[in-house]
T-cell receptor
């Protein structure tokens, strides 16, 4: 079993829609949960991090963590064509850093 | 500028050759992670160093090796190169800094083996 599972998509939604991206993880030792955005052939860019269960909001982005079910989510409101990218979840703990495979998202104008 | 510096940005070399990729972590970060990303693939974890010591190994081939120097920069050595080694190679550093948590990636080295 992979330590982090993420649906690779691709996912296409119309502009303005709410996007939901999800990951599950297997190791309870993971303490930090992150979402990265990667444009084609560029380095991943950190969007948000969370430490505890609950929600964290930053502009149009909301990260949600449920430690009891080992489930992490990223919601994007009012999606824009510029949000088209690959989104990767990441978990870390005890200096170990593990990424999901990434979900390719396309926002259709 | 993310604070993580990778050189060179592009590298074209022939099969069988050896190359060295360099990474300077963000100021204050002791850890360096190396990842390989082939075309349209996810990030494959290769190896992690922390303050000069190897901390974790992922799917790193025996032909590949790495080290972290006292000034904390790291080098990834790829030898006996094969066509399948063509990929983007990223390094990342991070942890807690300035009240925020996360790992910052460099812009990567694009390796093409011909």
């Amino acid at each position: 079993q992979k330590e982090v599972e993420q649906d690779p998509g691709p996912l296409s939604v119309p502009e303005g829609a709410i996007v939901s991206l999800n990951c599950t993880y297997s190791n309870s030792a993971f303490q930090y949960f992150m979402w990265y955005r990667q444009y084609s052939r560029k380095g991943p860019e950190l969007l948000m991090y969370t430490y505890s269960s609950g929600n964290k909001e930053d502009g149009r982005f909301t990260a949600q963590v449920d430690k009891s079910s080992k489930y992490i989510s990223l919601f994007i409101r009012d999606s824009q064509p510029s949000d088209s990218a690959t989104y990767l979840c990441a978990v870390s703990g005890n200096e170990k850093l593990t990424f999901g495979t990434g979900t390719r998202l396309t926002i259709i104008p | 500028d993310s604070g993580v510096t990778q050189t060179p940005k592009h590298l074209i070399t022939a099969t069988g050759q050896r190359v060295t990729l360099r990474c300077s972590p963000r100021s204050g970060d002791l850890s360096v992670y190396w990842y390989q990303q082939s075309l349209d693939q996810g990030l494959q974890f290769l190896i992690q160093y922390y303050n000069g010591e190897e901390r974790a190994k992922g799917n790193i081939l025996e032909r590949f090796s790495a080290q972290q120097f006292p000034d904390l920069h790291s080098e990834l050595n790829l030898s006996s190169l094969e066509l399948g080694d063509s990929a983007l190679y990223f390094c990342a550093s991070g942890g807690w800094q300035g009240g925020s948590y996360g790992y910052t990636f460099g812009s990567g080295t694009r390796l093409t083996v011909v």
